[in-house]
């Protein structure tokens, strides 16, 4: 997810660029299972930003209500109060889940705070977005790919609500999917196939 204002050169353009995380797992720095690892490895070692334009979830923190708050703030330093991000990034999971929303955890019925902590799922937990500035957002980015999300990624397109997935505004969003996701959508479907 990254936050972006207007500006008239590259250089101010480049240094207003925030990237912020929309969820991670409680893991150690450098973790495998760390979402941040793999962002550093696949995106930010190769960006041309600056260490302060990087936000992680401090979720080494061993108060992670705490750590939540913390992050809510930062978000608001970055991106106004209440915080309005420019784009947010989301996957799809098979279960219809996103970011660390998934079906049935309590998290999915945060309204009051921007940044929760999630119960365990796939033996983590996780902190998270929450759904009040996900939907602030100005605009969406879905990446679906694989088959086995094929059948959330139709009901997603729906809005179909019964997913955590569904709850997020989709009139501002963009869904971007390979072929196999793209497997059960029709052909009124405004989904971007790759």
Same mark, same amino acid.
């Given at each position: 997810m990254a936050y972006a204002s207007r500006s008239?050169?590259?250089?101010?353009?480049?240094?207003? $660029?925030?990237?912020a995380q929309v969820d991670e797992r409680v893991a150690p720095a450098g973790d495998p299972d760390r979402n941040l690892t793999h962002l550093r490895e696949s995106l930010l070692e190769h960006a041309p930003l600056r260490p302060e334009q990087i936000h992680p979830m401090p979720v080494e923190s061993p108060d992670l209500e705490a750590a939540?708050?913390?992050y809510a703030q930062t978000l608001q330093a970055i991106a106004g109060s209440p915080p309005v991000l420019d784009?947010?990034?989301?996957?799809?999971?098979? /279960?219809?889940?996103?970011? +660390?929303? $998934?079906?049935? /955890?309590?998290v999915l019925d945060v309204n009051d705070a921007d940044v929760a902590v999630s119960g365990l799922y796939q033996g983590r937990r996780r902190m998270t977005l929450t759904y009040p500035i996900l939907n602030r957002a100005r605009r969406v980015?879905?990446? $679906?790919?694989?088959?086995?999300? +094929?059948?959330?990624?139709a009901r997603l397109c729906a809005g179909d609500a019964s997913i955590p997935a569904g709850r997020v505004r989709g009139d501002h969003a963009l869904v971007?999917? /390979?072929?196999?996701?793209?497997?059960?959508?029709d052909n009124n479907s405004k989904a971007e196939v790759a």
């Open positions: 008239r050169t590259r250089r101010r353009a480049r240094n207003a $660029v925030h990237v939540c708050k913390q784009l947010v990034h989301l996957g799809l999971g098979p /279960d219809g889940h996103t970011a +660390s929303l $998934v079906p049935g /955890d309590p980015l879905w990446l $679906v790919t694989g088959s086995e999300k +094929s059948g959330m990624l971007m999917a /390979d072929r196999a996701a793209a497997g059960r959508l």
